[in-house]
């Protein structure tokens, strides 16, 4: 079999595989577009892409690559313009600095030893295994926080790492526009926007730590809240239970001075005091804070509750992440109650429970009456604080993919609902 036509099928095959983990890479920066036309052309454009071929001075193979690139992001891909526009910052230098880079370096090292068909064969070999092992290394060091990335950067962030990877942008494409005739004097910048942009990348991952790290203080805050006022309740039930003695005389003395009205009213405003301070929703503590909290801000508010939580067999999920889904949905549950002038269309419905398979599942339903607005397929809130938008849902989405569940939001013009399903450890 001809030699050429084996090194050509090597060539071709790793090209292939190479291309998928660029894919993968793209898929990880924003959502693709749904449908397997979408899958084969951003798959064939990535092959095509990351394979092109970068001479000195190659005014159209650079311009090409960058145009195909960018327009693919932009159609075959949902999300912020800024989000997408990352992708092609980032990833369009390491493209063109390595394919640069590698061939130029093994053209020099090809002429520098004589192109004999031992160093051809290397050559031939060395180019697509070097460019496969670069995007496998980059895809399996970063494939976590990339993913991260895409959830909780908001426009700013992305904006940011697109002005910091332009400068890479336009001086790998300037300096192979303009390449001197020693070919040797462009490694240096080559190799510096791929480390630059590799770099992006890196710091991007502390980003989302930083991010993330504020989350779980945020989380372990409202935790110490809930527990505080679980103490605090308790506090109020071993007060009441200590004056019990001095309620039953004063409604003994009420009954035998004939004043049986004071007395039942005595009674009721009693009962109704032991009432709020020691509803039990459910067996876990934490939870149950949380619940008896927003249910008295609900009562305030004239907002009718329905809560129906059998937690009795959970144990696969830690209670900072209890708190935190129970607390944010409750909030955003509460706050669009609130905005419904009429008191009696307001509603809160809980059902919490692990089914006999081992599912955690998780529904609560609100009333509405505000218009739900996306915007970059992420859900709008209308708070006056921009800086707050969709903090809530967006705590609740982390909580959810750390136990790799499922959430589901729907709403209708007067009911808003967020379903979680999560397995249970």
Not at 107 to 123: H, K, N, P, Q, R
Not at 204 to 233: D, G, H, W
Not at 295 to 315: P, R, S, V, W
Request: charged fraction near 20%; charge should be negative.
């Amino acid at each position: 079999m001809d030699q050429s036509f084996i090194l050509n099928c090597f060539d071709n095959t790793l090209a292939f595989v190479q291309g998928f983990f660029v894919f993968r890479i793209l898929s990880l920066f924003a959502d693709k577009q749904f449908g397997r036309i979408w899958d084969i052309i951003i798959y064939f454009s990535c092959t095509t892409c990351t394979c092109m071929v970068i001479f000195p001075n190659d005014f159209f193979n650079i311009t090409l690559d960058l145009i195909w690139l960018a327009v693919m992001m932009l159609l075959a891909f949902k999300g912020s313009i800024w989000q997408r526009l990352a992708a092609v910052a980032v990833l369009y230098p390491l493209m063109v600095s390595q394919n640069f880079f590698i061939l130029d370096i093994l053209g020099v090292t090809g002429t520098w030893l004589g192109w004999s068909t031992a160093i051809d064969i290397f050559c031939s070999l060395a180019d697509p295994i070097l460019h496969l092992l670069i995007w496998l290394g980059i895809y399996k060091i970063f494939k976590k926080y990339l993913s991260q990335m895409k959830r909780l950067f908001n426009d700013k962030i992305w904006m940011l790492l697109d002005i910091i990877c332009l400068a890479s942008l336009v001086n790998i494409t300037t300096c192979i526009y303009f390449t001197p005739k020693d070919t040797y004097k462009m490694w240096p910048a080559a190799f510096a926007c791929f480390a630059t942009n590799l770099g992006c990348v890196a710091l991007a991952k502390y980003f989302v730590i930083s991010i993330q790290q504020n989350l779980e203080r945020k989380n372990l805050k409202l935790q110490k809240s809930y527990c505080k006022e679980l103490e605090q309740n308790q506090a109020e039930i071993r007060k009441i239970r200590h004056d019990m003695n001095n309620h039953l005389s004063v409604i003994h003395s009420l009954f035998y001075s004939g004043s049986k009205e004071e007395a039942e009213h005595y009674m009721k405003d009693m009962e109704a005091q032991l009432t709020a301070q020691s509803r039990v929703f459910c067996k876990n503590s934490i939870v149950n804070a949380v619940l008896n909290s927003k249910y008295n801000l609900a009562l305030e508010q004239g907002i009718d509750c329905f809560f129906h939580i059998d937690l009795d067999k959970l144990i696969g999920i830690d209670a900072i992440s209890l708190c935190c889904l129970f607390a944010n949905t409750l909030d955003n549950a509460l706050e669009a109650s609130e905005k419904i002038e009429n008191p009696e269309e307001r509603r809160i419905s809980v059902k919490a429970r692990v089914t006999e398979s081992g599912y955690f599942t998780y529904e609560i339903a609100n009333s509405k009456n505000n218009e739900i607005t996306k915007q970059h397929g992420q859900l709008k809130s209308d708070k006056e604080d921009t800086s707050s938008h969709g903090l809530g849902l967006s705590n609740v989405r982390e909580m959810v993919e750390k136990y790799n569940g499922t959430l589901d939001i729907s709403y209708t013009e007067d009911t808003f609902t967020v379903t979680v399903l999560i397995q249970n450890a």
